[in-house]
């Protein structure tokens, strides 16, 4: 049984930085696409960033580009998400999720995190 925990959301001003954590417990997580998505309030959970099982490829959503990074480390099965120069239009739930396809679609990751809140104050 595969279980996400994200960690890392809080209250923060803008242009801060932030970095979300999310351990997989369970077997081969070397062999998942690990992706992050959020969520704002009243609005549908969108794409933020994706990497590869290796860690050698990863995409970003345009409006996070330059200002996220992704990384993993698969000897800790744990994913991160780094973010910088925050906008209050980053404030959402963030989750992430684990896949066998490098896909931006939701319908691609089988298994997701319960979500972090992140809070950008302006």
């Known amino acids: 049984q595969v279980q996400l925990v994200e960690s890392g959301g809080r209250l923060v001003q803008a242009g801060d930085s932030l970095r979300l954590s999310c351990l997989h417990s369970?077997?081969?997580?070397?062999?998942?696409?690990m992706g992050w998505f959020r969520q704002a309030a009243g609005k549908e959970r969108e794409f933020v960033s994706l990497i590869s099982e290796s860690g050698g490829s990863s995409l970003f959503a345009e409006d996070v580009e330059g200002r996220f990074t992704i990384s993993r480390d698969n000897i800790k099965n744990t994913v991160y998400l780094e973010m910088n120069r925050l906008k209050p239009e980053d404030t959402a739930v963030y989750y992430c999720?684990?896949?066998?396809?490098?896909?931006?679609?939701?319908?691609?990751?089988?298994?997701w995190g319960q979500g972090t809140q992140v809070t950008v104050a302006s």
């Open positions: 369970g077997r081969n997580f070397g062999a998942l696409t």
């Open positions: 999720a684990a896949g066998r396809k490098f896909s931006t679609s939701t319908s691609m990751y089988n298994y």
